[in-house]
């Protein structure tokens, strides 16, 4: 340390190695958002080794601002000092390529003090501060360059240049991958015919007409006047209303009619808002934002169909009716207070004469055992209605014949102790899931691009596929053998039977 040149060997070795560093933490970064090691895909491992080389880089870079300043000749020569090692151009020694440097040192402190708090930041804020990585690079390949004493040796010219081309090669692969990645899911969701899981369109109320009393039908076409996106029998809609609430309501309209869509909407007594403000506040010409249609509630081909409808649970089954051929052998019993209270059961009955029965409570003395009636049939039940009704059809009817929507989840969670599971999601994150919160709501403030809408377990819209572990299916959405063979969970509700969970989009 007595050498005069001492201090300036270490600030060129650290220089270096903090450079090459850096260079092999952009790299492994690359290798682990485009999954190319896959196949020795125990991430902990993986992550451990890019956290340790990051925090290496910086270790060195800091190593080299020490010996800079303790550099008696770069001291006596140009008064450099601890302001111009840390305030942008301050320093009278190449005052560009020093500010370079410096604005490199604090991207780098910053996208290291983002990894460590990237399970409170949001998915969105750590990722834009990690994609500062390469501007680190770029910032300090210009330093180098020009601030640098050995830039033009034949060592340094090697060096330099492959460090330059490993990290152009590694931004190009990570643009190429990405968007590769992007376009098979794309291709893959219009296969599959499963809309995107942030689209949304603005719809106008073309029409609003009573359909029976505290029910309201509503038209709504696309604001811009185009065809509304295909749908099948038993698909229902989300309703994004202006009062901050998400409501998903059947469609009831004929699936051939790419003009519009037609729903029914119930006031509900005890409504938390969303009924009662469509049925207050949205009016003829007001615009709504409207989910792309989602379909838990498929009608599948069968030679005899038994439709059981409690209330408004009709309107999931009406376009389900309309959508068969006049052969086809079904019959609908229909359940309601009164006949006041039950939309388009005057259409129903003038329509298929003999195929639809009517119970009115006001009107009968008995009660109709729709559940026996089920369990006696040979014929495909399809079911939509209350909570009490569903659970009597669940205890009648054998599973393999019997197709539930429900308007209230059932109560799955009865007896079941919460535990705590880890989640992890493949390019996201890993994430601990105390047993007081749902996954979706940990994953939602992770900034994870999952979607929730109902919060209990009905609607669908938070579906994710399940890559490893075992799910604990407490949803009513589908049939939980179904839902298995899927290969899907729906984290609003549901948890894990196994400690751990790997999930995706």
């Known amino acids: ?73 770069l001291r006596d020569q140009t008064g450099f ?38 399970r409170v930041l949001p998915r969105r804020a750590w990722k834009g501060l990690h994609y500062a990585s390469y501007a680190v690079v770029a910032l300090v390949a210009f330093h180098a360059a020009f ?21 152009t090669l590694a931004v190009v692969v990570r643009q190429v991958v990405g968007s590769v990645a992007a376009q098979r899911q794309r291709a893959a969701a219009r296969a599959r015919q499963v809309p995107q899981r942030n689209e949304r369109l603005r719809a106008i109320v073309a029409e609003r007409v009573p359909l029976a009393e505290g029910v309201v039908g509503l038209r709504l076409a696309r604001e811009d006047g185009g065809p509304v996106p295909v749908w099948t029998p038993g698909s229902h809609l989300t309703l994004h209303l202006a009062n901050g609430l998400d409501r998903q309501y059947s469609l009831c309209g004929d699936p051939a009619d790419r003009r519009s869509f037609d729903i029914a909407v119930q006031r509900s007594e005890r409504s938390a808002g969303g009924s009662r403000f ?34 408004i649970g009709i309107t999931a089954l009406t376009s389900m009716i309309a959508s068969l051929p006049a052969s086809r052998h079904w019959s609908l019993v ?26 009115a409570t006001d009107e ?52 079941i102790v919460a535990q ?16 007081d919160r ?32 075992t799910p604990l299916h407490l949803d009513s959405v589908t049939d939980d053998g179904a839902k298995d063979a899927a290969g899907v969970m729906y984290p609003c509700v549901s948890r894990a039977l196994s400690p751990e969970l790997s999930l995706d989009l």
């Open 147 to 167: 601030a640098g004493s050995d830039t033009g040796t034949w060592w340094y010219i090697m060096v330099s240049t492959a460090l330059i081309v490993a990290t």
């Open 364 to 415: 009968q003395l008995t009660r109709h055992p729709a559940a026996a009636e089920a369990a006696l049939s040979r014929a495909q039940v399809y079911a939509c209605g209350p909570a009490g009704l569903m659970d009597e059809l669940t205890a009648a009817v054998p599973s393999e014949r019997l197709h539930l929507e429900r308007f209230v989840p059932a109560d799955r969670a009865a007896g």
């Open 81 to 118: 000092g601890i302001v111009s090692a840390l305030v942008p151009f301050a320093s009278e020694f190449k005052p560009l390529p020093v500010a370079f440097g410096i604005v490199a040192l604090y991207l780098m402190a910053a996208v290291a003090l983002s990894s460590l708090a990237m």
């Open 420 to 435: 705590p599971v880890h989640v992890q999601m493949p390019g996201v994150g890993s994430f601990r899931v105390p047993a």
């Open 1 to 73: 340390m007595t050498d005069p040149h001492f201090w300036w060997y270490v600030s060129r070795a650290s220089a270096i190695v903090a450079w090459s560093l850096l260079t092999a933490t952009v790299l492994w970064g690359v290798l682990l958002s485009t999954r190319v090691l896959r196949a020795a895909d125990n991430p902990a491992w993986l992550k451990d080794l890019h956290r340790y080389l990051s925090g290496t880089a910086i270790v060195m870079t800091l190593v080299h601002v020490g010996s800079l300043l303790l550099d008696p000749y």
């Open 278 to 311: 469509i049925h207050e506040s949205l009016r003829v010409g007001d615009v709504v934002e409207i989910g792309s249609p989602r379909n838990h509630f498929e009608l599948e081909p069968a030679p005899d169909y038994l439709f059981i409808a409690g209330g």
């Open 438 to 469: 749902s996954i979706l709501d940990v994953l939602e403030d992770a900034g994870a691009p999952v979607t929730g809408s109902c919060r209990k377990g009905v609607c669908g819209t938070c579906e994710l596929r399940v890559l490893g572990g």
């Open 334 to 359: 229909y359940l309601g207070r009164s006949r006041r209270t039950m939309p388009f059961v005057d259409l129903l009955e003038s329509r298929y004469p003999g195929r639809v029965r009517v119970h």
